[in-house]
């Protein structure tokens, strides 16, 4: 299959997928259910497990004017049904979904085609537009993760190659140490602990993307602020990221060197270096590429926990933000954002193996 | 004759472990932590909601050995709070006027040992008004040696229950959806994917966050349980498939229809069986990701609510980084203990996927 029909299949599937996600954060953001209660009846007695509970949007957009005795009945109605609060639970799905797909073709005859697409996700909390909020978050976030993939393949295939061609030296040994440390150490507690560095240090810089005055700044000074706020995310992601990758490449390299055409190679006397790297680590590469569309799931989930520690402004600490204030609008619209870049990511991951291995047959 | 197969299996399985020093370290830490925490009550000085405002943030309590230079027995002394105009900060001053000996199997507060006998016998304490923190206390005065041992209870025991609630769902939809193939597999594999493509921190959050907040905290701990499972049984029932599609093929199968065993029958007793050393290892790795999920929640406030204790929602404290630099106490203690622990697990784990899948990826040590 060629490579557009493949990617073209891939978005197609990936359409109900996140339909469906999109579904069940509406479900769990919006919709007002009860459980329980769990009890049953031994011997005359009755015991009770659970007790009714009732799970409800906590925000209540019309709470203000419901309390108001200004308001009369007939504007709070009107109020009601002009939020389509008044219909049934899956036209407010259907509502809020057909604004995502709101289009302005005027806009095309204008000549403005990036403004064809005007989703309206609605208003955050705070009154801010969700989209708005999201355009700023999602940057960070795809900025963070790349960052990191990145620094993790640099640092990791030549460790785990190392450790390989070294096999049970003491260098072999003081890296699988590192890796079981490195997936053992939980990340908020490292982020804590480097951000505790941070301030005593008084550098790198905690919090946020940017400093003060950024937009004042010189193209090269405005990077290099950039690398210092990335600094203390960048280093705790891949403390993780290193040690298990560098474990997986050495494990892929020790078993490739054992087989029969490494021995071939060295057999017909070709130089050591071009066993190695020409056909053992070429090979050992390619299951870790399978791995990188999983491995951008892992990185966007736990990216989560260390935005929200080190206050980085990417999607997981809106995440984290939306569901603490139950910024309805904006929880619903991160998890289905989540979800989709975690969709692009794995089509990535594919794609790029198609890449480095042309034999595989992409279906 | 079958039985003494399989304990021979396991037999062997043991054999390996133990052979491997550092792995049986690990395995004693894990017994040792887990009977520890059976124990908890009789254990911790005082109780998981003890609190005495007076000492907020007492650092651990130094133990004296020596009176006057010479040897005694083990005696600590009464600290008071006092702000200090200097400093603008709070100030422990201890008063030696009075020595307050260590006492073993004291009378103390109430609890119920294993969970069922009330009890008031602890294994190490002193007389008020002398407090004994060992590991010093939080903002509330709370002795966080004592909620250690409480809240593993809690942070220890959620990774076997999640699992024991994951696994049972996951082997099921496996084993259908890898059983009868086809449309039904390909169906069945789209929606657990769906559950695999939304970020599982982010669902976690969510779903945490609408939790009711009227909950007992023993209804909370079973629905944080339940949330994790729920996220959990995809990725489990993905491999499980992966193992029955490739079991299905054998003869024995076959036979088994031929003799017209039904299809939950080949699959609840034909097929999952065999994945049972996938299980043991699957556990073993599983149990850590449980843990750090469970203390990433309660750790931005939506899991385990004080005043339960969990090795989490104590590190809550230490968010605050001038906490962290004036009473590391808040940090360390919980915070070795999670790393620690799944250090342990992994290495365990680590081991036996060695010993029982030797084909595994990356097994030379």
């Not at chain 1, 908020?188 to 560095?197: E, I, K, M, N, T």
């Not at chain 1, 190679?265 to 569309?293: D, S």
């Not at chain 2, 008031?120 to 966080?144: E, K, Q, S, W, Y």
């Not at chain 2, 962290?324 to 360390?332: G, H, T």
Request: proline share 6%.
């Amino acid at each position: 299959m060629p490579i557009y029909l493949f990617i073209l299949k891939r978005i197609l599937i990936a359409i109900p997928t996140i339909l469906i996600v999109s579904m069940i954060s509406f479900f769990i953001m919006r919709y007002d259910f009860t459980i329980g209660p769990i009890q049953w009846t031994t011997q005359g007695q009755t015991v009770t497990l659970l007790e009714k509970h009732h799970f409800k949007n906590p925000i209540d957009p019309l709470a203000e004017l419901r309390q108001n005795p200004q308001i009369s009945k007939a504007a709070y109605e009107h109020e009601r049904q002009r939020l389509g609060l008044d219909k049934p639970f899956y036209m407010q799905y259907w509502l809020w979904i057909s604004h995502i797909f709101q289009v302005n073709p005027s806009a095309l005859a204008e000549g403005k085609p990036w403004a064809f697409f005007q989703p309206d996700l609605g208003k955050s909390f705070s009154g801010e537009d969700v989209s708005r909020i999201l355009m700023q978050r999602i940057p960070n976030t795809l900025l963070l993760n790349a960052v990191t993939l990145l620094i993790c393949w640099l640092v990791a295939i030549p460790l785990g190659v190392y450790a390989a061609l070294h096999w049970r030296s003491w260098a072999d040994s003081a890296l699988t140490v590192f890796s079981s440390v490195g997936m053992a150490a939980p990340s908020f507690v490292v982020a804590l602990l480097l951000a505790l560095g941070a301030v005593k240090l008084g550098w790198p810089p905690l919090g946020g993307v940017t400093s003060d005055g950024f937009e004042q700044m010189s193209g090269f000074q405005k990077l290099g602020d950039i690398a210092a706020h990335l600094l203390l995310p960048v280093t705790v992601l891949t403390i993780s990221g290193i040690a298990g990758l560098q474990r997986q490449m050495r494990g892929n390299l020790l078993d490739v060197l054992e087989a029969e055409y490494v021995r071939l190679a060295r057999a017909k006397g070709l130089p050591e270096n071009k066993v190695i790297y020409k056909h053992a680590v070429r090979t050992a590469i390619n299951p870790l590429v399978t791995l990188l569309g999983y491995e951008f799931a892992g990185l966007l989930s736990g990216a989560a926990l260390v935005e929200m520690v080190l206050r980085y402004p990417g999607l997981g600490y809106t995440a984290l933000e939306a569901v603490r204030q139950t910024d309805t609008n904006l929880a619903m619209t991160v998890l289905v954002m989540g979800a989709i870049l975690l969709v692009l990511g794995n089509l990535f991951g594919d794609i790029l193996l198609k890449v480095v291995d042309p034999r595989i047959e992409l279906h | 004759m079958l039985e003494t197969r399989a304990r021979g299996k396991y037999h062997k399985i043991w054999r390996e472990l133990s052979r491997d020093k550092i792995v049986l370290g690990c395995i004693l830490f894990l017994v040792g932590l887990y009977s520890t925490i059976v124990v908890a009550g009789f254990l911790a000085p005082y109780s998981e909601d003890f609190s005495d405002r007076d000492q907020a943030y007492a650092p651990p309590t130094p133990i004296f050995v020596l009176d006057e230079g010479k040897p005694s027995w083990p005696f600590v002394v009464t600290y008071e709070r006092r702000f200090d105009p200097e400093t603008y900060g709070f100030g422990f001053y201890p008063d030696y006027s009075k020595r307050y000996p260590l006492r073993f199997f004291v009378q103390g507060e109430a609890y119920k040992f294993l969970g069922i006998i009330p009890s008031r016998l602890h294994l190490v304490g002193v007389d008020a008004p002398a407090r004994l923190f060992l590991l010093g206390t939080d903002m509330n005065g709370r002795d966080i040696f004592s909620r250690l041992l409480y809240g593993g209870q809690v942070s220890l025991t959620i990774g076997f229950l999640g699992l024991f609630v994951a696994f049972p769902i996951g082997l099921l939809y496996g084993g259908i959806s890898g059983y009868f193939g086809n449309r039904v597999d390909n169906w069945m594999m789209r929606l657990a994917e769906i559950i695999m493509s939304i970020p599982s921190f982010y669902l976690l959050i969510s779903l945490a966050a609408i939790l009711p907040s009227g909950l007992a905290s023993r209804q909370r701990f079973a629905l944080i349980v339940v949330i994790l499972a729920l996220i959990g049984w995809a990725g489990i029932s993905r491999i499980i498939r992966g193992m029955v599609l490739s079991l299905k093929e054998q003869e024995y199968v076959e036979a088994a229809r031929s003799l017209g065993a039904s299809s939950l029958w080949i699959i609840t007793r034909h097929l999952l069986p065999q994945t049972t050393t996938y299980l043991i290892v699957a556990i073993t790795l599983g149990v850590p990701g449980y843990l750090l999920a469970e203390s990433g929640l309660s750790f931005l406030g939506l899991g385990i609510q004080p005043p339960d204790a969990s090795w989490g929602n104590m590190l809550r404290e230490a968010q605050d980084l001038s906490n962290i630099m004036l009473r590391p106490w808040l940090l360390l203690g919980p915070g070795l203990l999670i790393f620690i622990t799944i250090l342990a697990f992994n290495v365990v784990g680590d081991k036996l996927r060695d010993i029982l899948d030797p084909k595994a990826k990356g097994r030379r040590a």
